[in-house]
């Protein structure tokens, strides 16, 4: 095995070994930094990598480095780079925090390192690198073929020391089972071996024309608990501590935002530092119970959050979450076993991915769900892989599914800003600058260029920007389908390319021509719970089913159970306790039949009628075999832990009513947030000022645009020029200006950095290997 580093020849200030970095595509060297270096010492197949290499002259320019594998050389570009595009990983949200505890409190500290990078093999079509520099080097990257693992061989470095030893691993094809983990147990720092495994090759995704709620970016704002054993591993240390968790993190959105359009964003990291603040179990049922509870006295805003645990759970697999619980304090969380950081973020992968109504997949619905590589496996599969980095079509299209059903709401408001510098190309509009264009998928590049706007340009991207004019789409143009009944279109305002927030009514309109009530976002009727877990010929079992066998409190109807004894439901409570339906097939399609379908049917009225049930338990121990929260009970009630409520003991917020207790005046919802949602020809708190949609006149000529930046630098010149052409001509002096010649590399992108860095001596190179 050899490392080949090419180009620039940078000293290390602790190194005795001149080291290399890549060139920049121009063939130009520019000033850099270096922190660590090569080295390989016996048969340890041991290798060090510069933890970081930032262009400080002209940060257009990717920051590389060259590894080679066995005589195989790869240019690592470690900066996110989409078509013309430049831009760092938009790992963390401005309003990023960690947290950890002194003294029994917890301590909060705003922001954090960004070292956390996307990118690609120059020169490889569709290949990946996913990066992290804050702790040693952490990642991979993968050439179509192979996936390349590298490791710091330790956890924690000696700042003394002269180097940071890195092990550098090509996996190839080989299954990942529970029992044969890829990570240490007896509390070493020295990272073992990892299985080997084909890489999987990515499907690019069709473009499609139309902007659905799966072709909208989304994005899931994420929030890591580490555990006090998992402080400890880090030798008692939370800023390694959480810069695993990012790195973990950096890996999972790069997954997320290939294979389902959703971008990863982590808003807070908390470590326990002094103890654990939940039982840590080997049950994960019961820590999931545990952690849910204490995630609901968290304050920090996240979509969901997740523990990672140092513990083996006696359980079949590495993780557990609620399944579809995303955008639920109560439910929008899962806990996950410790281990390498390819190896957590496929836990954490697919853990995430329960949240977002994604299935495991037996291996009889291997063939259905279409997985490319048939023998590497992907990433839900219940045989499990190592390293796999996609989703079947099944998983796709259980997400799609989700999001349809009106699940995830909260994935479409866009974070605010990252908290690092201002940058182009990051895909959020800062100041300074007019526009942004981050992913390819939501930019038109004929209305933005260098992050200012085209002249005439109103807007540069965004469903409510025509792509074609760059003007912005009029008032009342419809920018957000309604996914169903219970969700709300949005409308263009006029005056922005975006979209507004995506909103839902608020729980307990009714839908489904009355027949259902709004919870979450969704439609609840019984007949839809069946259809979805028994297939679409499946129904919704006649009332009298409910009224009889449901009042018995036996295996066949009851309101659930406390210990060995089955409780009878009240009257009252009939529609509220065992889901009963007609048409069940053999196999649920979701979840794990207990026990055996128990059949039921009765002669009503002159006919037969069938009022079958089972328990049908889902990896989180949550029987759907039950009436779900949120179903109609009776007039204005709805269900609630298997009773049937009064709508208005709820106690949600309600909106602003006129003077005749309509509300929102009658010209709008109320939605989710409590808040009136016009129709788009009346406005105010409560709708009750009419707003017609004008016409909107064709907007003025105003001339070529000139740029904000470089209208203020001719400014600055034009005054400087100015102010010595008074000073000189007064004085008399004359200046002889000697023309220089001074030829300047072609700048390809916005000038932008990821980090500020301190000066260091500028040195031109040439091709330097290092070889053992």
């Excluded at 990078?117 to 804050?134: E, M, N, P, Q, W």
């Excluded at 090509?170 to 495994?197: C, H, I, R, V």
């Excluded at 590497?376 to 996609?390: D, P």
Aim: proline content about 5%; some cysteine; hydrophobic content about 30%.
């Amino acid at each position: 095995m050899s490392l080949s580093l090419y180009s620039e020849i940078v000293l290390c200030p602790s190194s005795p070994f001149p080291l290399s970095l890549s060139s920049s595509p121009l063939g130009h060297s520019w000033q850099s930094r270096c922190v660590y270096y090569l080295v390989f010492m016996g048969n340890a197949c041991q290798a060090s990598f510069l933890s970081s290499f930032f262009p400080s002259f002209l940060p257009s320019f990717l920051p590389s480095f060259l590894p080679s594998f066995l005589s195989f050389p790869f240019f690592l570009d470690v900066v996110l780079r989409l078509d013309h595009s430049l831009l760092c990983s938009g790992l963390l949200s401005s309003d990023y925090v960690e947290i950890h505890y002194e003294n029994g409190k917890p301590m909060y500290s705003k922001g954090g390192e960004h070292c956390y990078y996307h990118g690609s093999i120059r020169g490889v079509k569709d290949s990946r690198v996913a990066l992290s520099t804050c702790n040693g080097l952490h990642g991979m990257f993968e050439d179509n073929t192979f996936v390349y693992m590298i490791e710091p061989l330790e956890l924690i470095h000696d700042e003394k020391s002269t180097g940071r030893p890195h092990i550098i691993q090509k996996t190839l094809a080989g299954q990942y089972s529970k029992q044969m983990k890829n990570f240490s147990t007896d509390g070493s720092d020295q990272w073992p071996l990892l299985p080997e495994l084909q890489w999987l090759r990515r499907r690019k995704r069709a473009a499609n024309p139309s902007r659905g709620v799966f072709e909208e970016m989304k994005y899931l704002e994420l929030m890591i608990v580490n555990d006090h054993k998992m402080y400890k591993k880090h030798r008692s240390s939370h800023a390694h501590t959480n810069n695993f968790a990012k790195s973990v993190v950096n890996l999972v959105d790069s997954i997320y935002k290939e294979q389902l359009n959703t971008r990863v964003v982590l808003v807070a990291v908390e470590t326990w530092t002094e103890k654990d603040q939940i039982d840590i179990t080997i049950n994960p049922v019961q820590m999931l119970y545990e952690f849910s509870k204490y995630r609901q006295r968290i304050k920090q805003h996240a979509d969901a959050v997740h523990l990672i645990s140092r513990v083996t759970f006696h359980y079949k697999r590495s993780s557990l979450s609620y399944f579809g619980g995303v955008c639920s304090r109560i439910r929008g969380v899962g806990v996950n076993e410790y281990g390498l950081p390819m190896a957590v973020a496929q836990v954490l992968s697919q853990s995430l991915a329960q949240n977002l109504g994604i299935q495991w997949e037996p291996s009889s619905r291997k063939p259905k769900c279409e997985c490319i590589e048939s023998w590497g496996g992907c990433i839900m599969e219940e045989t499990g892989v190592s390293h796999s980095r996609k989703f079947s079509k099944c998983s796709i299209s259980e997400y799609k599914d989700f999001l349809q059903r009106g699940g995830g709401s909260c994935l479409f408001n866009r974070p605010t800003k990252l908290f690092e510098p201002t940058e182009c190309g990051n895909g959020y509009v800062e100041a300074g600058e007019e526009c942004d264009c981050g992913f390819h998928v939501e930019c038109y590049g004929v209305c933005c260029k260098k992050c200012s706007l085209s002249n005439g340009a109103h807007c540069s991207d965004g469903p409510c920007c025509n792509n074609t004019s760059c003007l912005f789409q009029s008032r009342g143009y419809e920018c957000r389908d309604a996914v169903n009944s219970c969700d709300i279109t949005e409308y263009c305002t006029g005056d922005s390319g975006q979209c507004p927030p995506n909103l839902h009514k608020q729980d307990g309109y009714a839908c489904n021509q009355n027949q259902g009530r709004c919870y979450n976002g969704e439609c609840k009727t019984r007949d839809h719970q069946c259809q979805y877990i028994w297939g679409t010929k499946a129904a919704g079992s006649d009332k009298f089913c409910y009224e009889k066998l449901n009042t018995e409190g036996t295996e066949k109807g009851n309101c659930g159970k406390d210990g060995d004894r089955w409780i009878q439901c009240s009257k009252h409570d009939v529609f509220c306790g065992f889901l009963l339906c007609t048409n069940l097939t053999r196999a649920p399609r979701i979840g794990q039949l207990q026990g055996e379908i128990i059949p039921t049917s009765f002669y009503h009225q002159g006919r037969v009628i069938d009022c079958s049930g089972a328990h049908v338990v889902l990896d989180d121990d949550t029987d759907v075999g039950y009436v779900e929260d949120g179903t109609p009970c009776g007039p204005s009630m709805m269900c609630l832990d298997r009773k049937c409520l009064q709508i208005q003991a709820l106690n949600m917020s309600s909106c602003p009513l006129d003077s005749k207790g309509k509300v929102c005046s009658g010209h709008g919802v109320c939605s989710n947030e409590a808040t009136c949602i016009c129709d788009f020809t009346w406005a105010g708190t409560d709708c009750s000022i009419r707003d017609p949609v004008r016409n909107p006149n064709p907007p003025k000529d105003e001339g070529p645009k000139v740029n904000m930046a470089t209208s203020r630098l001719i400014g600055a010149v034009a005054g400087t020029i100015l102010a010595l052409g008074v000073i000189f001509g007064g004085t008399g002096w004359g200046i002889d200006i000697k023309k220089h010649s001074f030829q300047r590399p072609k700048k390809l992108f916005p000038v932008r950095y990821c980090h500020a860095m301190p000066d260091v001596p500028f040195l031109y190179s040439r091709p330097a290997h290092i070889v053992l």
